[in-house]
Structures are given as C-alpha cells and as structure tokens.
DNA sequence: GCCAGGATGTTA
DNA sequence: AACATCCTGGCG
C-alpha cells in the first residue's frame, strides 16, 4: 500500500541518503506505477562519474533548478535516463532511477516493450523510460506535486548496496542501492 | 548461460 | 571520442 507522499524536502538531503530511501517507495507516472528496487546515487562534485564533472550544462541545471525536478537525457543515443536533482547545499546531485517492479498500468507498459516478461518491464534505467513513456519532454519538470505523478512511502524492504554500474570511472563508490531479491533489478547484487 | 557487436544522438 | 544501455545472434 502507498503512504503519504514524498514532497521536495525529501531531496534537500545528500544523494547518497536520498537513493538509499527510495528503495521500496512508489513512482506513480500518467497511470503508471512501480515499487523503486535499484537506484543509484551521483555527486555533483568530486565524482568522475558524474556529468557535472565534465558538462558545463549539468553544472548549470543543478544551479538553475531546485531539489526534486527531473534531469533526463539521452543516453548512447537510445535510451532516455530519469534522474531526480538532489540539493543539500552542501552536497548536491542526483538520484538514478534504475529499476521499478510493475504495479499498476501493466497493459501500457506491455504496450510499449512487447514481448517482455512483466517482471522485466521496467528491469533497467533505460527500460524503466520505456515502460513508463518518460522521454526528454519531461526534462526539468517538477513532478512531486501533479495528481497523476510524485512519489509515495511504502512499505520499508530490505536494502543491498553495491558498486555502481555501467560506468568507467567512480566505480569503487558503493552507491548502488537495491532491494534484496527482487526479479526486476537491472542485474543482480555482487555477493 | 555467456560474450561480442551494433544502433544511435548529444556533449564537449 | 566518449557515453549512468539494450537487444540480438552466435555459440555451446
């Protein structure tokens, strides 16, 4: 069951806090929604993996907008990738949403990646924009307050961190966060 | 199951 | 040139 919903202030903490607490949470989408099970966190400074290290325009969102709008970019050129703006002041950046378990709006989502299994429909970061029909549109939105977006509590599930994937520099930072034996994580935990 | 390779656009 | 990915096809 969803509880209350997450406002702005949940994001004016460091990142690494803030993708840690939204495993379990609910991402709720024009009708679409699904439990969060694997996020990953990035500092806008100081960390190579990062786009602020080497975008001047990454640099410039994180100045130009407040905690909790979305960064949304297109990644390899195919897919688009969801991240949230986290602000503390202190230590700024974001939250990479990397893979949801399906909840509600199944037959959209079935829609947009046929011939998926359910399990997997949202089962990576580029896969999850997918599903859900986030694109590039949607950069810079504020969407914790729309009726038919945000975020919700939920109930708490067990939490497994790990190495961050995908990248080629800031690999030892163990700022991967998933919910321990979920089918839709974008690849297991390392044990 | 694993691995190699290609698609594709934006940034710098 | 690099890139916070995904899918397919080849192999066993």
Not at 67 to 86: P, S
Request: net charge positive; glycine share 12%; aromatic share 10%.
């Amino acid at each position: 069951m969803k509880q209350e919903r997450i406002g702005p202030v949940f994001f004016q903490r460091n990142p690494v806090d803030c993708a840690r607490d939204l495993i379990g949470c609910w991402f709720e989408w024009d009708g679409c929604v699904g439990r969060i099970v694997e996020t990953e966190a990035y500092a806008a400074e100081d960390d190579p993996a990062c786009h602020t290290f080497f975008r001047p325009s990454a640099r410039r969102f994180v100045a130009g907008h407040p905690a909790g709008h979305a960064y949304i970019y297109l990644n390899y050129g195919v897919h688009w990738l969801f991240n949230v703006l986290v602000k503390d002041g202190d230590m700024d950046g974001f939250v990479l949403f990397r893979a949801l378990e399906p909840v509600a709006g199944l037959e959209a989502m079935r829609t947009r990646r046929p011939g998926c299994p359910d399990h997997g429909l949202c089962a990576g970061p580029g896969k999850l924009t997918r599903a859900m029909d986030i694109h590039g549109g949607h950069h810079a939105a504020e969407f914790l307050s729309r009726p038919e977006r945000g975020l919700w509590r939920a109930e708490p599930l067990e939490i497994g961190t790990g190495p961050r994937i995908g990248i080629s520099k800031g690999k030892e930072l163990p700022w991967r966060f998933c919910a321990v034996g979920s089918r839709s994580l974008s690849r297991p935990l390392p044990r």
